[in-house]
């Protein structure tokens, strides 16, 4: 059983920066492919980034490309969102999740384990 913690949310102001966290407490971290997903209020999930197995290929959406960076660190078993120049639009619940195999996907129902999520609010 994979179990994803996340952690960095919080309130800050159009432009500002935060980074995101996930740690992993599987041994199979090297494994998977991770990714980030976030849900606003009254919105679908949508997806942000993901970072295949090996960390060489990173998927983003196209409104987060460019400001967001997707990076993993498997000594730590964490996964980072690097979030740069923030809009109000990014204001959502941002959720961790993993897959196996470690293929990348853009998909969030592919995903096999989640976070518990952490709250992003950009103020304007």
């Known amino acids: 059983q994979v179990q994803l913690v996340e952690s960095g949310g919080g309130l800050v102001q159009a432009g500002d920066s935060l980074r995101l966290s996930c740690a992993s407490s599987?041994?199979?971290?090297?494994?998977?492919?991770w990714g980030w997903v976030r849900q606003a209020p009254g919105k679908e999930r949508e997806f942000v980034a993901a970072i295949n197995w090996n960390g060489v290929i990173t998927y983003y959406a196209d409104s987060v490309k460019g400001r967001f960076t997707i990076s993993r660190d498997s000594a730590k078993n964490t996964v980072y969102l690097q979030m740069n120049s923030l809009k109000p639009e990014d204001t959502a619940v941002y959720y961790c999740a993993g897959r196996f195999p470690g293929i990348v996907t853009v998909e969030p129902e592919m995903y096999n384990y989640w976070g518990q999520g952490t709250q992003v609010t950009v103020s304007s």
């Open positions: 599987g041994r199979t971290f090297s494994n998977y492919a």
